[in-house]
């Protein structure tokens, strides 16, 4: 092995799966393992399975499994060499080896003339804010108390009125009419290109590393029927539906805090900020999307919702409510009393302190969609009152224990005035209908195993015992030889490659080894492996070896024996077929079925 090798090695032998996977998901005890929602696809119920004693983990619903450094190479889609120093990073590893190793993420070249005239674009109109014509913005900032070092922070510019000088400046740093208009800011003719934010405040947005990937611009007289703000369109970098604004600076502090605040303006962000309060982020919008689910995912800490307080905000944090309890999201909800006030506003009135307040009243989803549901029922009324009940109950469902559950009962009990004994009935018959075993089976997810043909069963059978011994991995070489099951034979001749350098097997070490090969189809090589990891293995036993034999020694002689009637048959009339078919059934078994 060379020094990379052996330096994944030791990170491996290092660190707990189970933790490292703890810092992106959330990760629950069942039995002897642990259990999780799969984030390699759509999970709802948890189908990923962790095993701290064979240090990998396997999900029976979409086949992905690996080990700690496979988990953190394809979560956040990075190199085997960078999630390697993730993995270290997360564990506290220190090695001097992990200086010397370095791997770059592959940058598209297309795109790097977009961040280039980005980063020019944020410069000038960051020059244009100190303009004599730049006042008005800054008379702006000042009066919604938007410090000097929050405008440097957030690189807050502004647009001049001429948008030719925009662009003429653009073209003098080299950047072509065609680059100017993929960044998204071209308006005008052909004849005469202009700026399309011109005249506005500028607020850059930010992706998760911090490039400039476009801009939200404000207009500056509210008097005018323009629209407030104009988002950059559509581009090649630039995806509203993937922006958390702030992101690039939220997510190590959330990390470190154990939560981060969704709110819906940049407004309120820079007031968080100017409070002290870093791990917050804001929707371009009120709409929480998938990509803004996995983004929150990957921080795996408790996440804040915090809307604003009008009607529609709060609907919105109902929706983005139900939205985190279906996926299964640590979360909760700032309470605003019936403060209509959002937190900008909050804090140029009461300052930190009475933002803190604000901020640190929260409530579990269910009691939040408790007040919502009560502030907008009329209860009086049997119909809505029947109405509150059943939306509640799906909710109360999902309650983190039957005694929170239960506590929830007696309140709908009391606000619909329906009997608890009933509204428990019909508790329990909504659980039962959606009830799921959060165990992982494997042969829960493979009903076709009973129908796996008895040559491949043999070789399974036999492969389960290489998986654990050097012995069974010589017996494959000298009596065996070879598998008809692709993927079983190209684990077959890895294994034997594997045991020349070492004793015993590691399995997390082991797919780690075949990630670092060159083999072709290592993915599918890894999924199989952890597969059969996780899968009941008898011991050691050189008698169901050897029985496993005679299966296969059989089998192949079948198949060879088809292979010799099917060349006997080819050009025969059908009476000499029938006689050739006749002759072969007298010594051998009907023909396997095909597929």
Do not use: W
Request: charged residues 25%; negative net charge; proline residues 3%.
């Amino acid at each position: 092995m060379d020094n990379h090798d052996t330096l994944f090695e030791d990170v491996l032998k290092s660190a707990n799966i189970v933790d490292v996977l703890s810092s992106y998901i959330n990760v629950t005890k069942k039995g002897r393992n642990y259990v999780a929602l799969c984030p390699f696809h759509d999970d709802r119920n948890p189908s990923l399975m962790i095993s701290s004693e064979k240090q990998i983990y396997k999900c029976f619903v979409c086949g992905a499994g690996g080990n700690a450094i496979t988990f953190v190479r394809d979560f956040e889609k990075i190199s085997i060499g960078e999630a390697v120093q993730k993995v270290a990073s997360i564990i506290g590893f220190t090695d001097e080896r992990l200086k010397s190793y370095r791997e770059e993420r592959p940058i598209d070249s297309r795109l790097i003339p977009l961040y280039k005239c980005l980063t020019d674009l944020t410069e000038y109109y960051q020059y244009c804010l100190t303009t004599e014509e730049g006042q008005i913005a800054t008379e702006y900032l000042n009066k919604r108390k938007i410090s000097s070092a929050i405008q440097k922070t957030y690189k807050i510019g502004y647009a001049l009125q001429n948008g030719e000088a925009t662009v003429m400046f653009l073209q003098q740093r080299g950047h072509s009419i065609k680059t100017i208009e993929r960044v998204g800011i071209l308006g005008g003719s052909i004849e005469h290109p202009t700026d399309r934010n011109r005249g506005r405040l500028i607020f850059p947005i930010t992706n998760i590393d911090g490039q400039v990937i476009g801009f939200s611009a404000r207009r500056l007289n509210d008097k005018s029927a323009e629209a407030k703000y104009v988002n950059s369109p559509e581009t090649e970098i630039f995806h509203k539906s993937e922006v958390l604004y702030n992101i690039d600076k939220a997510k190590d502090s959330a990390r470190h805090d154990g939560y981060i605040y969704v709110l819906e303006g940049f407004m309120d962000i820079f007031a968080l900020v100017e409070a002290g309060i870093k791990s917050t982020v804001a929707l371009m919008g009120t709409f929480l999307t998938s990509e803004h689910l996995k983004i929150l995912r990957n921080l795996n800490v408790e996440i804040r919702i915090c809307l604003d307080g009008d009607e529609p905000g709060q609907a919105a944090m109902l929706k983005i409510s139900e939205t985190l309890s279906q996926n299964q999201y640590k979360y909760r909800i700032v309470n605003n009393d019936g403060d209509t006030r959002d937190p900008d506003d909050i804090y140029q009135a009461s300052g930190v302190n009475g933002l803190k307040t604000y901020l640190n009243n929260l409530l579990s989803g269910v009691d939040f969609a408790f007040n919502y549901y009560s502030n907008h029922s009329q209860l009086d009324k049997g119909t809505e009152r029947e109405k509150l009940a059943q939306k509640m109950l799906p909710i109360i469902a999902k309650a983190p224990s039957e005694l929170l559950a239960e506590d929830y009962l007696k309140k709908l009990s009391h606000l619909t005035g329906f009997p608890l004994r009933s509204l428990s009935k019909e508790y329990r018959r909504y659980k039962n209908k959606n009830a799921n075993d959060p165990q992982v089976a494997v042969n829960d997810f493979h009903p076709e195993r009973p129908l796996m043909q008895r040559l491949q069963l043999a070789e399974h059978e036999i492969l389960m015992q290489m998986l654990q011994s050097p012995e069974a991995v010589n017996f494959y070489q000298k009596e065996i030889g070879y598998f008809y099951h692709d993927i079983y034979r190209n684990i077959a001749n890895f294994l034997i490659d594997y045991f020349q350098n070492h004793e015993t097997i590691d399995i997390a070490n082991l797919i780690t080894e075949l990630e670092l090969s060159s083999i072709s189809g290592k993915e599918n090589l890894t999924n199989q492996i952890t597969e059969l990891s996780f899968e009941k293995k008898p011991p050691y036993s050189l008698e169901h070896l050897q029985e496993c034999q005679k299966i296969i020694t059989e089998e192949k002689n079948q198949i060879s024996a088809e292979d010799e009637l099917q060349k006997k048959l080819i050009g025969k009339t059908d009476i000499e077929r029938a006689m050739i078919l006749n002759e072969y059934y007298k010594t051998h078994k009907r023909p396997r079925k095909k597929g």
